[in-house]
């Protein structure tokens, strides 16, 4: 016998028409949940009481996931968290960093139409992420989504109008569903030997992702990562990791972390990653102390600068550990 905890926090997934238009319907989605249950397979389903549309997720949410899942971490072999596609990749990637040695299957899974609609694709994401949470050796978090588990911190949305929303584009699927589920069990990470350690996420940090773009672009980011305004950032640059040598710029990411905060450089394309020295451009931002971050998500990126940075990590404690692959965000 498997005990499941799923914890329903909004989304599509259980939604229902109103006069103005989706909206979540507390209640729909237990009682929809029902028919999975087997002598086998027990469940319980905790409904938060405000039903988000993932777009509105906040650190206060995520704490209260994190405040859920390390509760109850003993009581269950493995979770289930409902979730709007929105901002999905983000909590997947908060979560894989933030629960670092939780050591239990936390699955993360929603849909692109509600259950209540004829042609929901909410019934196999939920078939798949029930059984991808009875997996005794999957240690991670994960994205189940039409027909394939991904690492929840390489994934990321990628189609708002099909099914197929979720990829991870620089990481191979950890299972595809078929009519047998083929497991890539070798793919998946192995336990890291780290002690589970719950915490909470600072929600006063401030943490943004800023994207390049020719002309005036790199002046105005410069000014904003010189003033007092952020404790972290993903800058999301050109190509391998590119960027105009633009003074104002490189001061400016020179002067975050000199402040004690970090930013990581990324790239705007979705297969590739950034590759100091691949070409000249990309060194100035490398001297001016931008961390490398390699092929990170820029939800990644977003979720492991806001928990290490509430873990109290600051200047080059905090730039060493961004550079290391701590959850397998990093090819
Ligand atoms: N806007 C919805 C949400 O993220 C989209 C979805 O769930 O598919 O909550």
């Given at each position: 016998?498997?005990?499941?905890?799923?914890?329903?926090?909004?989304?599509?997934?259980?939604?229902?028409?109103?006069?103005?238009?989706?909206?979540?319907?507390?209640?729909?989605?237990?009682?929809?949940?029902?028919?999975?249950?087997?002598?086998?397979?027990?469940?319980?389903?905790?409904?938060?009481?405000?039903?988000?549309?993932?777009?509105?997720?906040?650190?206060?949410?995520?704490?209260?996931?994190?405040?859920?899942?390390?509760?109850?971490?003993?009581?269950?072999?493995?979770?289930?968290?409902?979730?709007?596609?929105?901002?999905?990749?983000?909590?997947?990637?908060?979560?894989?960093?933030?629960?670092?040695?939780?050591?239990?299957?936390?699955?993360?899974?929603?849909?692109?139409?509600?259950?209540?609609?004829?042609?929901?694709?909410?019934?196999?994401?939920i078939a798949d992420a029930l059984e991808a949470a009875c997996q005794r050796d999957l240690a991670e978090v994960v994205i189940a989504f039409d027909r394939l588990l991904l690492r929840g911190?390489?994934?990321?949305?990628?189609?708002?109008?099909?099914?197929?929303?979720?990829?991870?584009?620089?990481?191979?699927?950890?299972?595809?569903?078929?009519?047998?589920?083929?497991?890539?069990?070798?793919?998946?990470?192995?336990?890291?030997?780290?002690?589970?350690?719950?915490?909470?996420?600072?929600?006063?940090?401030?943490?943004?992702?800023?994207?390049?773009?020719?002309?005036?672009?790199?002046?105005?980011?410069?000014?904003?990562?010189?003033?007092?305004?952020?404790?972290?950032?993903?800058?999301?640059?050109?190509?391998?990791?590119?960027?105009?040598?633009?003074?104002?710029?490189?001061?400016?990411?020179?002067?975050?972390?000199?402040?004690?905060?970090?930013?990581?450089?990324?790239?705007?394309?979705?297969?590739?990653?950034?590759?100091?020295?691949?070409?000249?451009?990309?060194?100035?931002?490398?001297?001016?102390?931008?961390?490398?971050?390699?092929?990170?998500?820029?939800?990644?990126?977003?979720?492991?600068?806001?928990?290490?940075?509430?873990?109290?990590?600051?200047?080059?404690?905090?730039?060493?550990?961004?550079?290391?692959?701590?959850?397998?965000?990093?090819?």
């Open positions: 016998m498997t005990r499941l905890l799923v914890l329903y926090t909004g989304g599509t997934i259980g939604m229902d028409q109103t006069p103005d238009g989706l909206a979540p319907k507390p209640g729909l989605l237990p009682r929809l949940l029902e028919r999975f249950l087997k002598p086998d397979l027990q469940f319980d389903v905790v409904e938060y009481p405000s039903l988000i549309d993932s777009s509105a997720i906040t650190p206060a949410h995520w704490n209260q996931l994190l405040g859920d899942l390390s509760r109850e971490r003993d009581r269950y072999d493995g979770f289930v968290v409902i979730h709007g596609t929105d901002t999905m990749a983000y909590t997947a990637s908060l979560l894989a960093f933030a629960l670092r040695g939780f050591g239990k299957p936390v699955v993360v899974t929603g849909s692109q139409l509600p259950l209540v609609h004829p042609r929901s694709d909410g019934w196999s994401n911190c390489r994934a990321r949305k990628l189609d708002a109008a099909g099914f197929s929303g979720f990829a991870s584009p620089n990481a191979a699927p950890l299972a595809r569903f078929g009519i047998q589920a083929d497991w890539r069990r070798e793919l998946w990470r192995k336990p890291d030997g780290d002690r589970f350690v719950p915490m909470a996420l600072d929600e006063r940090l401030r943490v943004a992702c800023l994207f390049l773009t020719p002309g005036h672009g790199a002046t105005l980011m410069g000014q904003m990562l010189a003033e007092d305004r952020l404790d972290g950032a993903a800058l999301m640059s050109y190509g391998n990791g590119n960027a105009p040598a633009e003074p104002a710029l490189l001061d400016g990411v020179a002067a975050l972390s000199a402040r004690g905060g970090a930013v990581l450089n990324l790239t705007q394309v979705t297969v590739g990653a950034v590759e100091v020295g691949a070409y000249a451009a990309s060194q100035p931002l490398a001297r001016a102390g931008a961390v490398p971050g390699a092929d990170m998500t820029p939800e990644a990126a977003v979720a492991k600068l806001t928990v290490l940075l509430s873990q109290g990590l600051r200047g080059e404690a905090l730039r060493a550990r961004l550079a290391e692959n701590l959850a397998g965000e990093i090819s």
